[in-house]
């Protein structure tokens, strides 16, 4: 199995540009989860899918902040005004129903905004 | 979800066995005690979970006091690869939060 993918693994983008970041989950998960970390505030859920449908996306920051999942290999979060406190490392991970406790996280993608 | 207190670093030795304490002592009766790791530039890494039995997978061993107010991460044989930010977790739900864990460095 190839595991989580993300893409891509390092973006620097000027404030005010749209960002969009890529996840493909390991098959026959059906859980995804979108993470965020920073030395500040550590790792923070954004939001989570079950079945490609959104669940909890109370840690979503701000309306700027926006996800999909089209189908059940492939999610999109997408931040449209990029700012420089949006700076982080944004993990994807997958789980299966059953194993509630064995998240799978991607190598994420490092964000940099100027 | 329970607070957890972690040493912020400790060292071991390779070969030998790394024992990572966690104080978790305002767990409730139904949060599992997790435990991940992040190995620098990597994504976190599920190790292994228990609610009041000792677990044994084959990475570790959580060792889980009768009153579980604290467990123990142990990785019977470090290698230089265990290198890495291990965090203690307790939940009973899919929001994953970590703090700052304990950083343990496996020297030569």
């Known amino acids: 199995d190839a595991g989580v993918i993300q893409s891509p693994r390092h973006e620097v983008t000027e404030m005010g540009q749209e960002v969009t970041l890529r996840c493909k989950p390991i098959?026959?998960?059906?859980?995804l989860f979108w993470y965020r970390q920073t030395m500040m505030r550590g790792l923070e859920l954004l939001i989570y899918f079950n079945n490609n449908v959104p669940i909890d996306d109370s840690g979503m920051p701000e309306d700027r902040f926006s996800a999909k999942m089209p189908n059940a290999s492939f999610s999109t979060l997408k931040i449209q005004p990029s700012e420089p406190r949006d700076s982080a490392v944004y993990f994807c991970?997958?789980?299966?129903?059953?194993?509630?406790?064995?998240?799978?996280f991607g190598p994420g993608t490092r964000l940099t905004v100027t | 979800d329970a607070k957890t207190t972690q040493p912020p670093s400790m060292d071991c030795a390779e070969g030998r066995a790394a024992n990572l304490p966690c104080n978790h002592s305002t767990i409730s009766g139904n949060e599992y005690v997790y435990w991940y790791r992040q190995i620098h530039s990597q994504g976190p890494q599920y190790i292994i979970h228990?609610?009041?039995n000792n677990e044994t997978n084959e990475m570790a061993s959580l060792i889980i006091t009768e009153d579980r107010k604290s467990s123990t991460l142990i990785l019977p044989h470090a290698t230089l690869r265990d290198t890495a930010v291990y965090y203690c977790i307790g939940l009973n739900d899919y929001k994953l939060s970590f703090g700052a864990g304990t950083t343990v460095t496996v020297r030569a």
């Open positions: 228990g609610l009041k």
């Open positions: 991970a997958s789980r299966r129903t059953g194993r509630s406790y064995e998240q799978y």
């Open positions: 098959s026959g998960h059906d859980y």
